[in-house]
């Protein structure tokens, strides 16, 4: 069957560690993925889109990887502030016969202990 | 980022009523708006894509006439909840696209249906 798939698990880490969060997929070509940032009662906020034919995109304190081998989404935050806490979901853009679908991952929750 | 405006953000209403929810694009003409539901702890679910000037399309279980879609304009989708129940109470949620892959969220609004 066709998933999309996050730590299911919260992350707590501490103030100025790297989080490394995961969103890995199976049975899809993928045109691109994505990564959102949730608070609680809010609507996502869009981070960065990486496509399949690239390894690797950066901004500012993000990073994110995209191993279409793995089928596997990393999605790093460097220097990590209580700010950053959130629940962070990764969407999958991939081709459905002629068109194109997302499908959302449930999110993964990370704690920055300050 | 580009910025996108829902209102209401809350709403309570009688059963039986309608409900109306407006999804603006203020700095780019949206050609296609999402419409999402999302429960507590869960992922977003596509109700129904639109695009200006054309019928939305929705997704296989929701029911076109139970929840109205409008695209009247390239920065306006709305989304009327008919005769609402209180199984529909939820956290709905729109997304406007400019190119159709990146996706810039509302800011959700909370129905409670009584």
């Known amino acids: 069957s066709q998933k999309i798939e996050q730590n299911s698990e919260a992350l707590n880490i501490q103030e100025g560690k790297t989080a490394t969060l995961t969103c890995n997929y199976t049975?899809?070509?993928?045109?691109?993925l994505q990564w959102y940032r949730q608070d609680p009662g809010r609507g996502p906020v869009f981070l960065l889109l990486?496509?399949?034919n690239e390894k690797e995109k950066r901004k500012e304190r993000l990073k994110v990887t995209f191993d279409t081998t793995l089928k596997q989404s990393l999605f790093h935050i460097t220097a990590s502030q209580p700010a950053d806490s959130a629940t962070y979901l990764c969407?999958?853009?991939?081709?459905?016969?002629?068109?194109?679908?997302?499908?959302w991952g449930l999110g993964t929750s990370l704690a920055v202990n300050p | 980022g580009a910025v996108v405006s829902q209102h209401p953000s809350r709403v309570i209403c009688k059963s039986g009523t309608s409900v109306k929810i407006e999804c603006r694009s203020l700095?780019?003409?949206?050609?296609?708006m999402f419409w999402y539901r999302q429960f507590p702890k869960q992922s977003l679910m596509l109700m129904a894509t639109?695009?200006?000037?054309?019928?939305?399309?929705?997704e296989q279980g929701v029911e076109k006439d139970k929840f109205l879609i409008n695209h009247a304009s390239l920065t306006l989708s709305t989304l009327t909840v008919t005769s609402a129940h209180p199984e529909d109470s939820s956290f709905y949620i729109c997304?406007?696209?400019?190119?159709?892959?990146?996706?810039?969220f509302g800011q959700g609004t909370r129905l409670t249906v009584v």
């Open positions: 997304s406007a696209s400019e190119d159709g892959n990146v996706a810039f």
């Open positions: 700095d780019f003409q949206a050609t296609t």
């Open positions: 639109s695009n200006e000037g054309s019928k939305a399309t929705y």
């Open positions: 049975n899809y070509s993928p045109a691109y």
């Open positions: 990486i496509r399949e």
């Open positions: 969407a999958l853009g991939y081709r459905a016969g002629n068109n194109r679908k997302l499908i």
